[in-house]
Nanobody, 117 residues
Framework: QVQLVESGGGLVQAGGSLRLSCAASGSIFSINAMGWYRQAPGNQRELVAT???????NYADSVKGRFTISRDNAKNTVYLQMNSLKPEDAGDYYCYARRGYDRFIYWGQGTQVTVSS
C-alpha cells in the first residue's frame, strides 16, 4: 500500500503562483511514476504532469512553460510549482502514484486550487 498526502492548494489571483506537495509513504519502492491530475467542476479528470522514477517529466500542453513538476527523493515528496495561474487552472488537484509491475494507481485525497480573475 502507498499513502499520498497533498498540501498547498488555496486561493490565488490570476497570474499568481502556488506550489503543491505530495508526500508518499508505505511501499514506495513499488512506484515508478508520480504526478498530478486535476478536475474542474463538470469536467473529466485530466493529467497535468508526471515524473518517472528516472526523472522524466511530461506535461499537459495547457500547462507547459508554466508548471514544473519535481521531486525530493529524500523526502519521498513530489512538487508541482504552478506559475502564471489562469482561472481555467482552477479545480481539485489529485496526486497519483503508479505501481510499476501492474500500473495500479494510488490516489491522494485532493487539494483545491481556486484562481480568481
Amino acid at each position: 500500500q502507498v499513502q499520498l498526502v497533498e498540501s498547498g492548494g488555496g486561493l490565488v489571483q490570476a497570474g499568481g503562483s502556488l506550489r503543491l506537495s505530495c508526500a508518499a509513504s508505505g511501499s514506495i519502492f513499488s512506484i515508478n511514476a508520480m504526478g498530478w491530475y486535476r478536475q474542474a467542476p463538470g469536467n473529466q479528470r485530466e493529467l497535468v504532469a508526471t515524473i518517472t522514477s528516472g526523472g522524466i517529466t511530461n506535461y499537459a500542453d495547457s500547462v507547459k512553460g508554466r508548471f514544473t513538476i519535481s521531486r525530493d527523493n529524500a523526502k519521498n515528496t513530489v512538487y508541482l510549482q504552478m506559475n502564471s495561474l489562469k482561472p481555467e487552472d482552477a479545480g481539485d488537484y489529485y496526486c497519483y502514484a503508479r505501481r510499476g509491475y501492474d500500473r495500479f494507481i494510488y490516489w491522494g485525497q485532493g487539494t483545491q486550487v481556486t484562481v480568481s480573475s
